[in-house]
């Protein structure tokens, strides 16, 4: 499809970017000759209502958010057009020449730390700006950071900026992008400037490593990591970072909010700080800005490997070669002055017998000094005896073993358990039996983190089903997917408020069908006053008239009466497929101030349905559903009573009365 020519007034030259929300353009405004980029909107036919409106909400919202401020480093919004004559939504902004943080980085140019300084410093200054201005970006990355040929970073993309005065915040809570979000963000709680600052840290992490302090194999694991890991240690990819360094990293990656930068100008006068201490340092030293791992440094020996070993084996031969010398001389000079007085008294003999002692006695004294020298040798050498070269050689499953404990320290079992597995294969038999309990506790933790990821996704699905409901008016739907996340995580802030919406609902839909059903009901018919009739005498005695026959439509009354020796879980109650009744339950006691214990307990509800012939079906949701099924006929106008029980073990019993 080829480009168009105009947008509104304003004159198409390229396109430059294109994503799933539209396209960017760089345009000409003619009436003040500036070039500026157009981005549009544009979805694909066939989207929902809904989602078509809350994309375009979004698009609108980062004009408002943006237009709202004005400062060096965050781009310009100029102009918004809702709909152009070509019925294309756009606003022009600012046209940056440069790139981004997030190109650079796949550049194999290092970045030293006064560049990274300078850019989060300006980064952080565009954000210490939005705040005061009560705009939060929630998208800080470095794919959002332009930057420009000479090197001023401009911050971008407001499209999921929070503003004070926007209602627009329960959908948000759930964008952004997964490996920059802080945790409060992915737990879907409210989030104010400071998930600004933990993005801000990640991004300032990936400058100084390359790599995300927080990473997985798929969104849940990321999100698990960023709300419950620590941060992979930046020593891991860069070795040792300064200790000033390492601590902005970890206050500015902190959990809890309240531990974090509290400011986002504090993280970059700390940042700062820590490089003109580091280049000062340098410049004294005449060493690199940021010191990796020395050669010098004790903990880096040259031990790793038949290369490494290799190594030290010819250094320790020529360091004891020196010591060898040395002690040689004195022994060599004994041997001279021995040997020549033994050739003397050779020459000066006079019997064969005697010199045959004299040729012993050297013999004997060449065969000391020979195993004087073997013994030197072997005291004085620094590489290990030959049995423990022999005994390394066979000690291979220990790099592997050490990585599984590295591993598991550092909370990643499933890696863990496969460097142990790996251990396993070259151990010898007696080393068997310990590594194998490690990879089976390896093991277990990994699928013990497996269900806990689950879990988490289970609670975000369900977080976004409620609200999706609960956004279009299906109070229960958005009921039921509160109460899956509470059944899963009591506590869950957000939860509880969907619920308490979804309830508000239900109760407003009630009272709104039982103000039409009265509406609905015929107005009683007022008859005249008679005259009363000239009383007559009775002459007998007549039989009262038989009750009026009952409605076949009028409906049935149903008192459900539940009792539970579980004390937590979900009873639901379906008639034919409809459902008539969904009651979470937990039975709880006080026993103290702000504390309580689980008992067994129960409650009655009434529900009313039509008359008939019907299929009952009782679930009740505890650690696995148990379900039972019961088939009925009630009579117009009965009321019936139907008791469930649940027993200690989860066995359900029901009764139709």
Same mark, same amino acid.
């Given at each position: ?141 470095? $794919? ?77 694991? =990321? ?91 010819? $250094? /320790? ?49 060449? $065969? ?8 030197? =040798?072997?005291?004085? #050498? ?35 358990? #496969? ?7 070259? $151990? ?5 039996? /310990? ?69 508000? /609902? ?13 509406? #609905? ?70 026993? /103290? ?26 679930? =009740? ?37």
């Amino acid at each position: 499809m080829s480009n168009p020519t105009r947008l509104d007034r304003y004159q198409i030259v390229d396109q430059i970017g294109k994503g799933a929300m539209g396209v960017v353009y760089l345009a000409k405004d003619p009436l003040i000759g500036r070039l500026v980029a157009l981005k549009t909107f544009h979805l694909p036919d066939g989207m929902e209502e809904k989602q078509f409106r809350q994309a375009r909400n979004r698009f609108l919202r980062e004009a408002q958010s943006a237009g709202i401020l004005s400062h060096p480093n965050i781009v310009t919004i100029h102009d918004v057009v809702e709909k152009s004559a070509e019925g294309v939504t756009f606003f022009a902004m600012e046209y940056v020449r440069g790139t981004n943080l997030k190109q650079m980085l796949r550049s194999e140019d290092p970045l030293d730390l006064p560049t990274i300084t300078d850019i989060i410093w300006q980064v952080a200054e565009a954000l210490q700006y939005a705040h005061s201005k009560g705009v939060v970006h929630r998208d800080i990355k470095p $794919a959002n950071i332009l930057i420009t040929a000479d090197r001023r970073a401009k911050l971008t993309d407001f499209g999921i900026a929070r503003l004070h005065t926007s209602d627009l915040t329960l959908h948000g809570q759930l964008l952004g992008t997964p490996n920059y979000m802080a945790p409060e963000q992915v737990r879907g709680k409210e989030v104010d400037h400071r998930a600004d600052i933990f993005s801000l840290g990640v991004v300032l992490y990936e400058l100084l490593t390359r790599h995300k302090p927080f990473q997985g194999d798929h969104l849940t694991v =990321v999100t698990h990591n960023i709300v419950n890991e620590a941060p992979t240690p930046p020593e891991e990819y860069v070795g040792r970072l300064p200790a000033e360094l390492s601590e902005v990293l970890d206050k500015a990656l902190a959990k809890d909010p309240n531990q974090r930068y509290q400011r986002v100008g504090a993280l970059a006068r700390d940042l700062k700080a820590v490089c003109d201490t580091i280049v000062e340092r340098a410049s004294l030293n005449d060493t690199q800005e940021v010191e990796l791992a020395s050669k010098d440094d004790p903990k880096v020996l040259p031990s790793a490997g038949w290369q490494g070993r290799l190594a030290s084996f010819f $250094a /320790g031969a020529r360091r004891g070669g020196a010591k060898l010398l040395a002690g040689l001389r004195p022994a060599g000079a004994a041997l001279s002055t021995a040997a020549s007085a033994a050739l003397g008294r050779l020459k000066g003999g006079k019997s064969a017998p005697r010199r045959l002692a004299v040729i012993a006695g050297l013999a004997l004294l060449v $065969a000391l000094f020979a195993s004087w020298l073997v013994l030197r =040798v072997i005291d004085q #050498r620094e590489m290990p005896p030959i049995e423990d070269l022999e005994a390394e050689r066979t000690m291979a499953y220990l790099e592997p073993l050490k990585e599984g404990h590295r591993r598991l320290n550092d909370g990643k079992p499933a890696a863990a358990a #496969r460097a142990f597995a790996l251990a396993g294969q070259r $151990a010898p038999a007696d080393r068997l039996h /310990g590594i194998e309990a490690l990879r089976l506790k390896a093991e277990r933790l990994a699928k013990a983190e497996e269900r806990s990821l689950r879990r988490v996704a289970d609670i975000e699905s369900s977080l976004i089903v409620a609200s999706d409901a609960l956004e279009e008016k299906r109070f229960a739907e958005a009921a039921e997917g509160a109460e899956i996340v509470l059944a899963l995580e009591p506590e869950h802030e957000e939860a509880l408020q969907l619920l308490a919406a979804a309830q508000q /609902g239900l109760r407003r839909s009630a009272r709104r069908q039982l103000r039409a059903e009265r509406k #609905r009901q015929p107005e009683p018919v007022r008859q005249e006053q008679e005259a009363a009739p000239t009383p007559r005498p009775v002459t007998a005695v007549k039989e009262p008239p038989p009750p009026p026959p009952i409605d076949p439509n009028t409906p049935a009354t149903m008192t459900i009466d539940f009792y539970s020796q579980v004390p937590q879980g979900v009873l639901t109650v379906y008639s034919d497929g409809r459902q008539l009744l969904r009651e979470p339950f937990r039975f709880t006691k006080k026993t /103290g101030f702000l504390r309580s214990k689980k008992i067994p307990g129960g409650f009655v509800r009434t529900v009313t349905l039509p008359a008939g012939a019907m299929t009952l079906k009782i679930y =009740v949701a505890l650690d696995r559903t148990h379900n039972e099924t019961l088939r009925t006929e009630l009579l117009p106008g009965s009321v019936v009573n139907l008791e469930v029980r649940v027993a200690a073990g989860g066995g359900l019993s029901i009764s139709l009365r």
